[in-house]
């Protein structure tokens, strides 16, 4: 994961819901970004602790132990005494104590991804010993696949700058929270694969393609010209009014389930256009709703003249 950047954050630490004390456990799989996370959440105003032995955790956020301040805690297998079972019935006991607002973090990366940062890092990678790089992040992710499936928040850093990954993280946990749940909308190309951490995947690709249009190739879903030529599509209207009928019912539904965050993810061939509009006007759209909404574009490129894509449809 790149460094992050000189810009910093200072807002006040907030409990997450009520007088809870709120914690963050960060794990993940060597070079997806962990140290990186927790820097930022300790921008963020919390007590940041790396590499925790395991057996103390327990201890350090016993009942008798107040949290004055939200507290990120970082861990992964080169914690001392690391293990899937002991961390499932840690992460068990710990979202059954009263009074605690757990959150569980999974940074992730791709294979070929990893593999370059370390390359180009020359950090050796913790399970290498005497197997290669790739065979060794292919053991350490077989072995971290159960503690994801425990995450309530996966986030995959492989096209993540440090400022996104900042963006992501400071919607998450340096914002007020009132309990509602947060929604995340994205855009992105099947290109350069789905999104890791989204719960909800809709596929756009079927809708005339602006690419095609030597006046639009350039523009970006943000621009008014592309979205009115999308919308032309002749199945375009009845496609936005079922994505609604198929989403809306289903939003209190993850609400009352204690559901945090839910991530939908859009998307199409490049990126660009397509599920870059979509996915602007689901966001409006679900804004209406009262929904605390935070819409990203991970593959679309910059444009210079950015414009709204138009009132809602």
């Known amino acids: 994961m790149p460094e992050n950047d000189d810009s910093r954050f200072s807002p006040a630490p907030l409990p997450a819901s009520g007088d809870n004390a709120r914690l963050v456990l960060v794990t993940g799989v060597s070079g997806a970004g962990r140290t990186t996370s927790l820097k930022i959440l300790e921008d963020f105003g919390y007590?940041?602790?790396d590499n925790l032995p395991l057996r103390l955790l327990p201890n350090l956020l016993s009942g008798d132990t107040e949290l004055k301040v939200p507290v990120a805690i970082g861990l992964d297998i080169r914690t001392r005494d690391f293990g899937v079972d002991q961390f499932?019935?840690?992460?068990?006991?710990?979202?059954a104590q009263p009074g605690?607002?757990?959150t569980v973090v999974f940074v992730d990366a791709e294979s070929t991804v990893l593999q370059r940062r370390f390359t180009e890092s020359r950090r050796p990678h913790p399970l290498?010993?005497?197997r290669p790089l790739v065979d060794?992040?292919?053991h350490e992710k077989r072995l971290m696949a159960p503690i994801a499936a425990m995450a309530d928040m996966q986030i995959d850093t492989s096209r993540l700058k440090a400022t996104e990954l900042r963006k992501i993280l400071q919607d998450q946990f340096a914002s007020p929270s009132s309990g509602q749940m947060a929604i995340f909308v994205k855009s992105f190309s099947f290109r350069q694969g789905v999104p890791g951490e989204a719960d909800l995947v809709f596929d756009v690709r079927f809708l005339r393609n602006p690419h095609y249009d030597p006046d639009l190739r350039n523009l970006t879903g943000m621009n008014p010209q592309v979205g009115a030529y999308i919308a032309q599509d002749r199945d375009f209207a009845g496609f936005m009014d079922r994505l609604k009928a198929l989403i809306g019912p289903v939003l209190?539904?993850?609400?009352?389930?204690?559901?945090?965050?839910?991530t939908i993810a859009v998307g199409c061939t490049g990126g660009k256009h397509r599920s870059v509009y979509i996915a602007r006007l689901l966001n409006d759209w679900i804004s209406t709703l009262g929904y605390d909404v935070h819409l990203s574009h991970r593959d679309k490129p910059a444009e210079p003249d950015e414009t709204k894509p138009g009132e809602m449809i």
Do not use: C, H, N, W
């Open 100 to 102: 605690l607002d757990l």
């Open 88 to 95: 499932a019935e840690i992460i068990a006991s710990l979202r």
């Open 252 to 262: 209190p539904r993850y609400a009352e389930e204690g559901k945090s965050y839910l």
């Open 128 to 130: 290498t010993q005497d």
């Open 136 to 138: 060794a992040i292919a």
């Open 47 to 49: 007590d940041a602790v």
